[in-house]
């Protein structure tokens, strides 16, 4: 029986040069080849994995700038410098998140390439329901979520084949699944790579001041989790990380990006029923 070890460098060893594309590649089938051998595995091999695996134009790091997807930004960019680094610009973030681009495109050298949302959408949405929206129920808070963020990065995701997050486990509710490598269906079917699968937030924090990875200045404010400014509130001793993102409603703290949501009788938000997408959307 071969060892984990030795299945990675076995998978990895079809790049090579003059290599075809990924999009030749069945998908489905490089998972569950790699998925067994890759879990528990040193986020840096599951980053390795996939940079030996997809082609440069293939394969992107999509993240909001949190601590979580800072540590992967670090990690992946010691590996692969020219990695394409996406980030969706909502129109409402705080204006934290853009000093903290500012710092990585100086710091890291990146082109940080800034995702923006339908201008025509927004301005049909927020004219025909205001512009906090998102306060007024949980189907609205969707829609604003759906045109603001889940849009665009799918939109930017085109022509993909795999996609790199900072999701991790323990951050709870629906993340308590993940896998390193996995097939996502939202995204149309990419494949999903989550090197941090099995990292705990100490980890991150450690890995943090270790390699001195620049932050967000709202942690120094109780923030634990960051998305838009409205949207995102500081947490109180004890309360879970992602209890400050849209602390209004009750069921799932997700925006729709990772997990296509929808509203339940009792108005909560929960994950959508696999039958009931509507090609990824959540609204």
Same mark, same amino acid.
């Given at each position: 029986?071969?060892?984990?070890?030795?299945?990675?460098?076995?998978? /990895?060893?079809? *790049? +090579?040069?003059?290599?075809? %594309?990924?999009?030749?590649?069945?998908?489905?089938? &490089? @998972?569950?080849?790699? =998925?067994?051998?890759?879990?528990?595995?040193?986020?840096?091999?599951?980053?390795?994995?996939?940079?030996?695996?997809?082609?440069?134009?293939?394969?992107?790091?999509?993240?909001?700038?949190?601590?979580?997807?800072?540590?992967?930004?670090?990690?992946?960019?010691?590996?692969?410098?020219?990695?394409?680094?996406?980030?969706?610009?909502?129109?409402?973030?705080?204006? /934290?998140?853009? *000093? +903290?681009?500012?710092?990585? %495109?100086?710091?890291?050298?990146?082109?940080?390439? &800034? @995702?923006?949302?339908? =201008?025509?959408?927004?301005?049909?949405?927020?004219?025909?329901?205001?512009?906090?929206?998102?306060?007024?129920?949980?189907?609205?808070?969707?829609?604003?979520?759906?045109?603001?963020?889940?849009?665009?990065?799918?939109?930017?995701?085109?022509?993909?084949?795999?996609?790199?997050?900072?999701?991790?486990?323990?951050?709870?509710?629906?993340?308590?699944?993940?896998?390193?490598?996995?097939?996502?269906?939202?995204?149309?079917?990419?494949?999903?790579?989550?090197?941090?699968?099995?990292?705990?937030?100490?980890?991150?924090?450690?890995?943090?001041?270790?390699?001195?990875?620049?932050?967000?200045?709202?942690?120094?404010?109780?923030?634990?989790?960051?998305?838009?400014?409205?949207?995102?509130?500081?947490?109180?001793?004890?309360?879970?990380?992602?209890?400050?993102?849209?602390?209004?409603?009750?069921?799932?703290?997700?925006?729709?990006?990772?997990?296509?949501?929808?509203?339940?009788?009792?108005?909560?938000?929960?994950?959508?029923?696999?039958?009931?997408?509507?090609?990824?959307?959540?609204?």
């Amino acid at each position: 029986m071969s060892t984990p070890g030795a299945t990675l460098t076995a998978l /990895a060893g079809r *790049e +090579l040069p003059g290599r075809t %594309r990924a999009l030749d590649l069945d998908l489905d089938q &490089v @998972v569950a080849e790699a =998925a067994p051998a890759l879990a528990g595995a040193p986020a840096e091999t599951v980053l390795d994995w996939t940079l030996a695996t997809f082609a440069r134009a293939e394969v992107a790091l999509a993240t909001s700038f949190q601590l979580d997807g800072m540590v992967v930004l670090d990690m992946a960019l010691r590996l692969e410098p020219g990695l394409r680094v996406i980030t969706v610009d909502t129109g409402r973030l705080p204006e /934290a998140t853009h *000093e +903290l681009i500012e710092l990585v %495109r100086g710091r890291y050298g990146v082109k940080v390439e &800034v @995702v923006l949302p339908d =201008a025509g959408e927004v301005a049909g949405m927020v004219t025909a329901h205001g512009p906090n929206l998102f306060y007024e129920s949980p189907d609205l808070r969707l829609r604003c979520c759906d045109v603001r963020k889940v849009r665009p990065m799918r939109r930017s995701l085109q022509g993909m084949s795999a996609w790199v997050t900072g999701l991790r486990r323990t951050q709870g509710g629906e993340r308590a699944g993940l896998q390193e490598v996995e097939i996502d269906p939202d995204s149309g079917g990419l494949v999903k790579v989550n090197p941090l699968a099995r990292w705990t937030r100490d980890q991150v924090l450690a890995y943090v001041a270790a390699h001195h990875v620049p932050q967000s200045s709202l942690y120094a404010q109780g923030y634990t989790s960051i998305g838009c400014a409205p949207c995102t509130r500081a947490v109180e001793p004890g309360e879970d990380e992602r209890a400050g993102r849209w602390w209004w409603e009750s069921g799932a703290k997700e925006c729709g990006i990772h997990y296509t949501l929808e509203v339940s009788g009792d108005g909560s938000t929960r994950l959508k029923a696999e039958n009931d997408k509507q090609g990824g959307r959540n609204v």
